[in-house]
């Protein structure tokens, strides 16, 4: 039976193909990954998430690169079916009536994993909750909660409106989507017959929640101030009455908050907050980091709590380029079955993945020629560099010493550099890296050709991690919890030149497949931090990286190989899958 489904899997954003705006960067697509392998090895699961009827948005960037953001248009029947079933939940006193549609992945062996998108854009409800789920991460706090309400205790309610009655683990892909506990405790407690959320409903859930953290970067941590919850929840409804002589006490359990309360009229004026990620903690059995390092890190963070780590990996067939693809039938036949057989890479003919590599290459620089027309080389050394624009991910390290970069590009190049990524719109320090990022542009005229391209989504990242010949990354350690384009950018051969932290520290063999920047270090930022970094960012680009593209063809082929052989099979979502469910989902 195809409702038979034992995992449910929850995610504010999923991302599965580039005409559907329905994420915004990594968590979204490593959350369609995720599916994909779930499809693969036909792990009985079924993914909840919103619409985003009007996407996250559609960046343009002016000549000065300056952002502008635009809602993104979508035919949403041309992905998704629409279904019949009908539930609602109470926003602020409010009933809001909430829909379904379905979007089917298929695995390798014809096994369909379904992920529901709830929508609120219904007649009956009122204009400004139709709204609710048209923008990702849009407006203010308030339609925050509110999307998270709909997300967690109405996505419990959609499935089992649509049927599913015998999951037995709820996988909270960030703690976006953690008042679903809220809603399996009430369901609970009801079973029982009782009002009252009891201790042992408490127990009952935390065997079902599994929970992954996915950022160290503290404005990552959704926190809501108990008023607005109160408003939010309003009459009671949809808030899980604790109301016995344990009430404190349960309520401390749940929500990690503090202080002598008798009613929750109490609790909401107390000037406490709501935090997500604590919510998820306190009902999860299992919790897990995206990376070692990541755990580690979510160890200090969350002192207490047990905090396992599922390194992050990628959908293999979806990122490896067409060439490659090609190049691993013939030679890795299966390898889409079993990623672990790409560690036979190290066998596949240097010259064909030269030559597969330069396709990937070609493909990429024409669509980059045609959209800039900056002329770009195909035998000139290429970086590629994509992903949010933030202050912590330090896309301006390269122009740290313009002369320097300069000379290395007269004297070492030629070299050039692609660069792709949106900020958050609330993100004025992000948005003024994409500025600085177009005035290093003008300043290295002549020397370095640099190209921002518009509007980051997975088809361009697709033909960026294939087509460059080097991965950049330079996060400020410990920020980056695992980071997951480079593992994409392994799939296709293309070593990574970067800062260890997340994923790097593990995946980083020096000279074999890839570069670090710096040192290893738990440090927090300061001009010498940066100052340093880039230095050695410089250092590794003109005394060996450099070197060895234009006169060490072989080394460098060899070091391609060992990117697929080592890290790409491994970093696959299919090894990760593999992981939840022996580890998170069936301990
Ligand atoms: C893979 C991917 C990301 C995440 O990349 P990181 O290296 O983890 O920052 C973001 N956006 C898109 C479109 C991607 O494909």
């Not at 190049?327 to 066998?347: E, T, V, Y």
Request: aromatic content about 10%; overall charge negative.
């Amino acid at each position: 039976m195809n409702n038979h489904r034992t995992v449910a899997y929850f995610s504010m954003e999923i991302g599965f193909e580039a005409g559907m705006p329905t994420y915004s960067g990594g968590l979204g697509v490593l959350a369609g990954d995720t599916i994909r392998a779930a499809a693969d090895l036909k792990v009985p699961i079924v993914a909840i998430t919103l619409l985003h009827r009007k996407g996250y948005f559609y960046q343009s960037l002016d000549k000065s690169g300056e952002q502008h953001e635009l809602p993104v248009a979508w035919d949403i029947d041309d992905y998704l079916t629409e279904n019949d079933a009908r539930v609602s939940v109470t926003l602020e006193g409010r009933s809001v009536q909430l829909r379904a549609w379905k979007y089917e992945v298929t695995g390798i062996g014809g096994y369909t994993v379904p992920a529901y998108f709830l929508d609120a854009d219904l007649e009956e409800n009122s204009e400004w909750d139709r709204r609710l789920t048209d923008y990702l991460y849009g407006y203010d706090e308030r339609y925050r909660l509110c999307q998270e309400v709909i997300l967690g205790i109405g996505g419990i309610r959609m499935l089992r409106a649509l049927g599913y009655t015998q999951i037995e683990r709820f996988h909270m892909n960030e703690g976006h989507s953690s008042l679903l506990t809220l809603e399996l405790l009430d369901e609970e407690a009801e079973k029982s017959g009782r009002q009252t959320v009891s201790r042992s409903d408490i127990e009952t859930i935390r065997e079902r929640c599994v929970f992954t953290t996915h950022t160290p970067v503290p404005t990552g941590h959704d926190q809501f101030p108990m008023k607005l919850v109160g408003q939010v929840f309003g009459p009671r409804d949809d808030f899980l009455d604790l109301g016995d002589l344990y009430s404190v006490d349960l309520l401390r359990r749940v929500t990690g908050i503090d202080g002598k309360f008798s009613t929750m009229e109490e609790v909401w004026n107390s000037g406490n907050a709501l935090n997500m990620t604590y919510l998820a903690l306190n009902l999860s059995g299992y919790v897990n980091g995206v990376a070692k390092k990541h755990r580690d890190v979510s160890r200090l963070m969350f002192a207490g709590y047990e905090i396992d780590a599922i390194n992050n990996g990628v959908h293999a067939a979806t990122w490896v380029s067409g060439p490659f693809r090609d190049l691993f039938d013939k030679h890795i036949p299966g390898w889409r079955q079993d990623n672990f057989s790409l560690r036979s890479a190290l066998g596949l003919p240097k010259k064909q993945v030269w030559e597969a590599h330069q396709q990937a290459k070609k493909q990429l620089l024409l669509f980059v020629n045609r959209a800039t027309n900056t002329g770009m080389e195909v035998d000139a050394m290429t970086i590629g560099f994509a992903r949010r624009a933030t202050s912590y991910k330090r896309p301006d390290l390269l122009f740290y010493d313009l002369e320097r970069l300069k000379r290395i590009g007269n004297q070492k190049g030629p070299l050039q550099v692609i660069y792709a990524g949106k900020a958050h719109p609330k993100d004025q320090p992000g948005k003024d890296l994409i500025k600085q990022i177009f005035d290093a542009m003008e300043a290295l005229k002549g020397d370095v050709k640099i190209v921002y391209l518009e509007n980051y989504d997975i088809d361009l990242a697709k033909m960026m991690v294939a087509g460059v010949d080097v991965w950049l990354n330079t996060p400020l350690p410990p920020l980056e919890a695992s980071g997951t384009s480079g593992m994409k950018a392994a799939l296709n051969g293309v070593p990574s030149l970067s800062i260890l932290d997340g994923w790097w520290i593990e995946g980083n063999i020096e000279g074999v497949t890839g570069w670090s920047i710096g040192p290893p270090s738990l440090e927090t930022d300061d001009e010498r931090d940066r100052h340093s970094d880039s230095e050695s960012l410089y250092d590794k680009l003109e005394n060996i990286i450099l070197p060895h593209f234009y006169n060490d063809r072989e080394l460098f082929i060899n070091m391609m190989l060992h990117a697929i052989a080592i890290n790409g099979s491994f970093f696959n979502a299919q090894r990760m899958m593999q992981q939840y469910v022996l580890n998170a989902y069936f301990r």
